[in-house]
């Protein structure tokens, strides 16, 4: 079948063997310990990708982070070590280094920056991060699986303490949502040039076009406006001194702005998916965190009633391959594929009715331990509240129907 098939790109696999040589090269001393490590996904020919330049999403303080980022990578070569955030500050002249973390959380939100491992040194101690730097922004299926926490990150950013970076993660998380809703594959390949090309056109005609993680809706509520420039402007406190005799306006002024971000509501809270949680569920242990929080998403496009079964057809697809059957290589996409069978009506459990059968033969053996279990504690509490000086024999012959034994009188 279709949704078979692997949809990872064949260089997101080259990666991870990237990744695990810098991982190595990291253990064996080949770097500065407690140091983070680049990989530059990108022609390194190009000065800098035009999408990037042109990004309608990115503040220019998220651009020139992501060009620091990318000249470091470039003056340090193939064992390239991530910049402190102090030095990405001092490089782009901003303000501090929460203005560099910020624009790092927003590049990380929007996939041009994945956060692929954390090493650790022989002894436990944290060793570093091993991040990787994209020419254009990752479609979901490479950030799943070269970003294992990217949807939880997602997740807490909807709490973060900077507006911008909540706005940012509560729109790629709406147009994960609507692209669900509407019954999109949001996994399934696309073509790189037709991507890119949509991309572009999006920047330079705007109206109903999709960039990139970002439907058209979503992306006309975020794009830039001179709102932001000037927030912008106001992050980069090398570029602008304030005027003493205009202090009192700027206050005023700044004070507007802040009541103005840090009570934007959170859009992924009011966002028209229902939430589903997955603790009420049995969700095959194959699936791991990502994999598990976008499987929420896809069950909330179905009733309640097939959520469980439709898990128990995946348990038992994934039962299957012990016995000889294809291996499903992208799981998500085939749970999407038993989704859309379920709103089209035509949803019939076939693998998973042996999953729910051994479920249900598990429940009832606990349901007769736990009857054993009540029977053996009911007897003790009987025999600890037996009379005192009454034998178990004589309890036995109380039983049968027997005459007590006299008492032997002692000697």
């Given at each position: 079948?279709?949704?078979?098939?692997?949809?990872?790109?064949?260089?997101?696999?080259?990666?991870?063997?990237?990744?695990?040589?810098?991982?190595?090269?990291?253990?064996?001393?080949?770097?500065?310990?407690?140091?983070?490590?680049?990989?530059?996904?990108?022609?390194?020919?190009?000065?800098?990708?035009?999408?990037?330049?042109?990004?309608?999403?990115?503040?220019?303080?998220?651009?020139?982070?992501?060009?620091?980022?990318?000249?470091?990578?470039?003056?340090?070569?193939?064992?390239?070590?991530?910049?402190?955030?102090?030095?990405?500050?001092?490089?782009?002249?901003?303000?501090?280094?929460?203005?560099?973390?910020?624009?790092?959380?927003?590049?990380?939100?929007?996939?041009?920056?994945?956060?692929?491992?954390?090493?650790?040194?022989?002894?436990?101690?944290?060793?570093?991060?091993?991040?990787?730097?994209?020419?254009?922004?990752?479609?979901?299926?490479?950030?799943?699986?070269?970003?294992?926490?990217?949807?939880?990150?997602?997740?807490?950013?909807?709490?973060?303490?900077?507006?911008?970076?909540?706005?940012?993660?509560?729109?790629?998380?709406?147009?994960?949502?609507?692209?669900?809703?509407?019954?999109?594959?949001?996994?399934?390949?696309?073509?790189?040039?037709?991507?890119?090309?949509?991309?572009?056109?999006?920047?330079?005609?705007?109206?109903?076009?999709?960039?990139?993680?970002?439907?058209?809706?979503?992306?006309?509520?975020?794009?830039?406006?001179?709102?932001?420039?000037?927030?912008?402007?106001?992050?980069?406190?090398?570029?602008?001194?304030?005027?003493?005799?205009?202090?009192?306006?700027?206050?005023?002024?700044?004070?507007?702005?802040?009541?103005?971000?840090?009570?934007?509501?959170?859009?992924?809270?009011?966002?028209?998916?229902?939430?589903?949680?997955?603790?009420?569920?049995?969700?095959?242990?194959?699936?791991?965190?990502?994999?598990?929080?976008?499987?929420?998403?896809?069950?909330?496009?179905?009733?309640?009633?097939?959520?469980?079964?439709?898990?128990?057809?995946?348990?038992?697809?994934?039962?299957?391959?012990?016995?000889?059957?294809?291996?499903?290589?992208?799981?998500?996409?085939?749970?999407?594929?038993?989704?859309?069978?379920?709103?089209?009506?035509?949803?019939?459990?076939?693998?998973?009715?042996?999953?729910?059968?051994?479920?249900?033969?598990?429940?009832?053996?606990?349901?007769r331990m736990r009857e054993e279990a009540a029977e053996r504690e009911r007897?003790?509490?009987?025999?600890?509240?037996r009379p005192p000086g009454e034998s178990p024999l004589a309890e036995i012959?109380?039983?049968?129907?027997?005459?007590?034994?006299?008492?032997?009188?002692?000697?």
């Open positions: 079948m279709a949704q078979d098939d692997s949809e990872i790109r064949p260089e997101t696999y080259a990666l991870d063997a990237l990744i695990r040589e810098t991982l190595s090269r990291k253990h064996r001393g080949g770097s500065a310990a407690n140091s983070d490590a680049l990989l530059f996904l990108g022609n390194w020919h190009h000065a800098f990708p035009v999408v990037v330049v042109q990004d309608p999403i990115l503040e220019p303080v998220d651009k020139l982070v992501w060009m620091v980022i990318c000249q470091s990578g470039r003056g340090s070569g193939a064992k390239a070590v991530f910049p402190s955030y102090a030095d990405i500050a001092r490089l782009a002249n901003v303000s501090s280094t929460s203005t560099v973390s910020r624009a790092i959380a927003i590049l990380r939100a929007t996939r041009w920056l994945s956060l692929c491992a954390r090493s650790r040194e022989a002894d436990g101690r944290f060793g570093g991060n091993v991040y990787a730097l994209h020419d254009e922004p990752l479609p979901l299926a490479d950030a799943l699986h070269l970003d294992p926490g990217y949807m939880a990150f997602l997740e807490d950013a909807a709490n973060h303490h900077h507006a911008r970076v909540r706005r940012v993660a509560a729109a790629v998380s709406k147009s994960l949502d609507e692209d669900i809703e509407s019954g999109k594959d949001v996994l399934a390949p696309v073509n790189p040039m037709e991507r890119r090309l949509e991309a572009i056109h999006a920047i330079q005609r705007g109206g109903n076009r999709r960039y990139f993680s970002f439907n058209a809706d979503v992306l006309e509520s975020l794009a830039n406006s001179g709102a932001n420039v000037r927030s912008n402007q106001d992050q980069n406190s090398k570029a602008v001194k304030p005027d003493p005799q205009k202090s009192k306006s700027v206050r005023r002024s700044s004070s507007r702005y802040i009541n103005t971000t840090t009570t934007t509501p959170t859009d992924s809270k009011d966002s028209a998916r229902e939430t589903v949680s997955l603790e009420s569920l049995i969700v095959p242990p194959r699936l791991k965190d990502n994999q598990r929080a976008l499987t929420a998403r896809y069950l909330g496009t179905i009733p309640v009633e097939h959520r469980q079964p439709v898990l128990d057809e995946l348990a038992g697809r994934f039962l299957a391959e012990q016995h000889g059957a294809k291996p499903v290589y992208d799981e998500l996409r085939y749970l999407h594929h038993l989704c859309v069978q379920v709103n089209r009506g035509g949803f019939v459990p076939n693998l998973g009715l042996k999953i729910q059968a051994e479920r249900d033969r598990r429940r009832r053996e606990a349901e007897e003790r509490k009987e025999r600890a509240a012959r109380k039983l049968l129907g027997m005459p007590n034994m006299p008492e032997r009188k002692p000697r």
